[in-house]
């Protein structure tokens, strides 16, 4: 039975326009700069804000450094540092701070440089850690794309998924960045080599980086940011914009198991919690805003969102079914050009949650005409090893 | 100019010491709790199946099935980019441990899911790392 609660909505949001800012600010900057654009976009201002949600990826005591920044004396503060996944798992907890009463207006913020600082965050040899794990596998050299690859390689032996079937996820989000002028920018500033649609042949093509995976499954590495203020319904009344309501959320946690199954993901934890709360299926959903760090993360996670069954990806995302323009064959993929071809600068999750507003508001560059029920999936961590996973269902009035 | 050097676990972690330690002696170590059977691995100085953990040391006869693996073609560590294209997996320890490792191959389309593998060890001063190659 449905327990879905209308009582908390996204209000305001705002995507850093630059994904390349040649160190000409800093990620506490682009936090501010986004968090006063969306604040305003919601008709809000910093005052109103109590309570502040952040991914400590700034500083030691990050609740407090960001708090004394953003002038703001915050009623709740929630630091919760899971990765990519982390603005879900705000987004949820501000719901339920909002519903218990704790706060009002919730502002949560990301920014970082991650381009401008070379970070070869694809690439990077693994250092030695400090953990207990690290200090068990850091010797052979598994770089993050090989952890991702490692998923797909397995999943293609246990499904018979096929390298074109993979390179669906690229070619439909490629086809959405051309559509959205702040993706061709960042492909231009980033220097991408050629910057249009692509086809299946292209990606199976590109060049191979872990088996696998090749080049065109890779996501960019951008510098950027974004912020998202939601608020109580009694707030959101007042505001500017459209309320989007958070109407479900899941979180979960996956790590690496003796005898345990890498093609299936934390999702698999958190999408029924999710949905369960919302009262929708998968089916009904108009768009799929999920974390496409690589593309075996997004045919992973469309099993484990119960949008297809469990190594059913491959043959369900034939066909070009993800596009925006096919809306009878299931929800639209990605529509800003995800981490593949517009913004992923180390922690993608906003954007999942700004997008997927922009679409319930009918914002989007490739808008799917009324779309009205979304997911915003994060996967923060890494999909082979030890991930987290935040589901978010959204609704629009 | 010196060769780039693989970076190396070190002693003085507190769970996974016992571990190394071992493999000075190229024995591949795994826990298990005596009180509820629950296979520990990576090492651990409690039990995750119980709260009254009796965990006893084991040693691994080397042998282990690839459960997934790739072929890294690039890698900015210095060491790992000498190495190019390398293979790195998952394996399957006949005793039930999942260990990262390295396949050693001279062609990387030698690997597959499921090949049987055996260990062998790379020596260095303090301690040894567990390599794996194809079961001939
Ligand atoms: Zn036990």
New interface residues.
């Given amino acids: 039975m449905s327990t879905q609660t209308r009582d908390a909505a996204i209000v305001g949001i705002h995507e850093y326009p630059s994904r390349d800012v040649e160190k000409l600010v800093s990620p506490l900057q682009i936090k501010a700069a986004c968090a006063a654009a969306a604040l305003k976009d919601a008709g809000l201002n910093w005052s109103d804000v109590d309570a502040i949600y952040d991914a400590s990826d700034g500083s030691a005591m990050s609740g407090l450094t960001i708090a004394e920044y953003f002038g703001i004396k915050p009623r709740v503060i929630d630091t919760t540092a899971v990765g990519g996944s982390s603005y879900e798992f705000h987004a949820a907890h501000a719901k339920r701070d909002i519903a218990a009463g704790r706060a009002k207006v919730a502002l949560l913020t990301y920014g970082s440089t991650a381009h401008s600082n070379a970070m ?1 965050i694809g ?6 850690g ?1 953990t ?2 690290d ?9 993050l ?2 952890n991702y ?3 797909a ?2 999943h293609m ?1 246990e499904y018979g998924t096929t390298a074109e079937q993979l390179a669906e996820i690229s070619v439909a989000t490629r086809m959405h960045a051309m559509r959205n002028p702040e993706a061709v920018q960042a492909m231009k500033d980033l220097e991408f080599l050629d910057i249009r649609e692509t086809t299946i042949s292209d990606v199976v093509n590109s ?7 090749r080049l065109l499954e890779c996501c960019m590495i951008s510098d950027g940011g974004g912020a998202v203020v939601i608020a109580s319904p009694e707030v959101a009344r007042n505001c500017r914009t459209k309320p989007v309501w958070i109407i479900g959320s899941g979180e979960a946690t996956k790590y ?5 199954d ?1 093609t299936r993901s934390a999702a698999i934890m958190s999408a029924p919690q999710a949905f369960g709360e919302a009262g929708v299926r998968p089916d009904e959903l108009d768009i799929a805003m999920i974390y496409d760090s690589f593309s075996i993360t997004v045919l992973t996670i469309l099993e484990d969102l119960g949008f297809c069954a469990k190594g059913e990806g491959g043959p369900w995302v034939e066909g070009g079914r993800l596009r925006f323009d096919r809306p009878a064959d299931g929800p639209a993929l990605n529509t800003d050009g995800g981490g593949l071809s517009s913004n992923h600068p180390g922690m993608r999750g906003i954007f999942l949650l700004i997008e997927a507003a922009r679409q319930l508001r009918g914002e989007s560059t490739s808008q799917v005409p009324g779309a009205a029920l979304a997911v915003a999936h994060g996967n923060g961590g890494m999909l ?1 090893s030890r991930h987290t996973a935040g589901t978010i269902i959204l609704a629009r009035d | 100019m010196a060769d780039p050097q ?5 002693l003085n ?4 010491h016992a ?2 330690q071992a493999t000075k002696n190229k024995e591949l170590k795994f826990q298990r709790c005596a009180n509820c059977q629950t ?1 520990v ?4 100085s409690h039990c995750t199946g119980c709260t009254d953990g009796d965990l006893t040391w084991h040693t691994a006869s080397g042998l282990g099935t690839v ?14 980019r000498s ?1 190019a294209p ?1 293979v ?3 394996i ?1 320890l006949d005793e ?7 396949v050693e191959v001279s062609d ?1 389309a030698e690997v597959s ?2 090949q049987r593998v055996q260990v062998h060890w790379e020596e260095h001063d303090e301690l040894c ?1 567990p390599l794996f190659a194809p079961v001939r």
């Avoid at chain 1, 060049?207 to 995976?213: F, H, S, T």
């Avoid at chain 2, 441990?97 to 390295?102: A, T, V």
């Fill in positions: 070869a690439v990077g040899g693994r250092g030695m400090t207990p794990a200090n068990m596998e850091s010797f052979a050299g598994m770089t794309v090989a690859a490692m998923a390689r397995r032996h060049r191979m980086i872990a088996d696998p995976l690496p198991e003796n005898g345990g890498i082979g | 693989r970076p190396l676990p070190t972690e507190h769970d996974s571990f190394w296979l691995f990576f090492p651990r459960y997934s693996y790739s072929v890294v073609r690039q890698s900015y560590h210095p060491f790992f190495k390398y790195v997996a998952w399957d039930g441990p999942r260990l990262l490792s390295n990387p899911v499921g790392i």
